[in-house]
Structures are given as C-alpha cells and as structure tokens.
C-alpha cells in the first residue's frame, strides 16, 4: 500500500468544494455527527485517507506535499471531519484526522498549546525530545513544529509523524493537568474540564501510538 501512487490530483481524490474554514479548538476532536449511510461514509473514510497518503509518499513535487499539508486551512477542517472523524480512532483514516486536527488546533490556539506545553515540559524530557519543538517552545515554534510533522507525514515517515504527534499530545496533556491544578484553586468547574480535556489528549496520544505500530506492520487501513 505504501507504495503505491494516486492517479488523481489533490482535488479529485479529495472532491472537496472551496470554503471559508471554521476556526477549530483543541476540545473539538469529538466525531462528528451526520445522517449518511454508515457503510458508504466508512468506505469514502478509507479511500480517501489511502489515497491522501498514497498521494503524499508517492510524490517528489514538493507543492503536492504543501496543499495536502494546507487542505484544513483551504478546504475547512470540518471538510475532513466529515470524511474522517467518525472512522475508529485506530484506522488510516482516524489517524489522519488526529494529524491534521491536532495541527489546526495549534495553528488556531498558539499561545495557549505554547504554555500547556512550557508547563508539561519539564515532567516529559523524552516526550518533548521526539515531539521536535525548538526551545523555547514559543507560539511560533509550536506551529513551525505541527506543520513539520504533518509534511514528514507525507515526504518522510508517516508512523514517526504519528508518534512525534502522540508525544506532543502527552506533554500537552501534563501541562493541561497542571493548569488543572491551578484552576482548581479559583475556578472548580474550569479545572474539571481542563481534566477531561488532558484525558482526552493522553487518549488521542494512546491512539496514535496504536496506529504507528500498525502501520509498520503493514497493518493500518
């Protein structure tokens, strides 16, 4: 499967229509909900994300690599939503999605995704390591780090883009839990969901770490 190449552009594999894109927060990985025949959704889910990164490994232009890194900002990440979030989380499909959406909510909360970072740092040097973000972990650096990895998704490892992406995912996590602990002592209910959040992330974390392994087996579809 890895090696082989997609016939069509990034425009017909994909069919997308252009619009102007929602802005997308880090809570918002939850599937989406829609009323189209499970069976059919679940087969575009597959071949498209084949032919995604069919397209992205397969190429040496360059400017491929860059609209297939940029088709949240250009398409609307709830495009790819559509296509991909409600696939299983350990799928091709729900491991692009984690990809592109764990880039767009970095891309859209800089700031903050920088300072959960900064707080959870210190508690997971080897995570930060293989996470790849230049010190200090400034807004720009973590946005400079994303859309690395997601073109490395495509020009160089895909199992290594995920597991840069997991890593990334539990250092947020921990600093999510410390500003947990802040929050406690001034807001109870925003320290709560902070939790929840980190929970979520250690669990996108866990997923793609799953689908790294599987797809150097061969084995992720």
Same mark, same amino acid.
């Given at each position: 499967?890895?090696?082989?190449?997609?016939?069509?552009?990034?425009?017909?594999?994909?069919?997308?229509?252009?619009?102007?894109?929602?802005?997308?927060?880090?809570?918002?990985?939850?599937?989406?909900?829609?009323?189209?025949?499970?069976?059919?959704?679940?087969?575009?889910?597959?071949?498209?994300?084949?032919?995604?990164?069919?397209?992205?490994?397969?190429?040496?232009?360059?400017?491929?690599?860059?609209?297939?890194?940029?088709?949240?900002?250009?398409?609307?990440?709830?495009?790819?939503?559509?296509?991909?979030?409600?696939?299983?989380?350990?799928?091709?499909?729900?491991?692009?999605?984690?990809?592109?959406?764990?880039?767009?909510?970095?891309?859209?909360?800089?700031?903050?995704?920088?300072?959960?970072?900064?707080?959870?740092?210190?508690? @997971?040097?080897?995570?930060? $390591?293989?996470? *790849?973000?230049? =010190?200090?972990?400034? !807004?720009?650096? &973590?946005? +400079?780090?994303?859309?690395?990895?997601?073109?490395?998704?495509?020009?160089?490892?895909?199992?290594?883009?995920?597991?840069?992406?997991? @890593?990334?995912?539990?250092? $947020?996590?921990? *600093?999510?839990? =410390?500003?947990?602990? !802040?929050?406690? &002592?001034? +807001?109870?209910?925003?320290?709560?969901?902070?939790?929840?959040?980190?929970?979520?992330?250690?669990?996108?974390?866990?997923?793609?770490? @799953?689908?790294?392994?599987?797809?150097?087996?061969?084995?992720?579809?």
């Amino acid at each position: 499967m890895k090696g082989a190449r997609a016939g069509s552009t990034v425009g017909q594999v994909s069919g997308f229509r252009h619009h102007k894109p929602r802005p997308f927060a880090p809570q918002d990985f939850n599937p989406y909900e829609g009323g189209a025949d499970p069976a059919r959704i679940s087969e575009a889910a597959h071949l498209s994300a084949q032919a995604f990164v069919r397209k992205g490994i397969a190429n040496e232009d360059p400017d491929i690599s860059n609209r297939l890194v940029q088709v949240a900002e250009t398409e609307g990440l709830e495009v790819l939503a559509e296509l991909w979030s409600a696939a299983p989380a350990r799928s091709l499909p729900g491991a692009l999605w984690r990809l592109y959406a764990v880039r767009t909510a970095t891309l859209d909360n800089a700031e903050t995704m920088s300072a959960r970072f900064r707080a959870g740092a210190h508690r @997971a040097e080897v995570e930060r $390591l293989v996470a *790849g973000v230049a =010190e200090p972990p400034t !807004a720009e650096e &973590l946005k +400079n780090m994303a859309t690395s990895i997601l073109t490395g998704a495509f020009d160089g490892d895909f199992a290594h883009a995920l597991e840069r992406t997991a @890593a990334y995912c539990r250092v $947020l996590a921990l *600093g999510m839990t =410390e500003h947990a602990d !802040a929050a406690d &002592l001034a +807001n109870e209910t925003r320290g709560t969901k902070l939790t929840a959040r980190a929970k979520s992330m250690v669990n996108t974390a866990e997923d793609l770490e @799953a689908c790294a392994r599987l797809w150097r087996q061969d084995l992720l579809d």
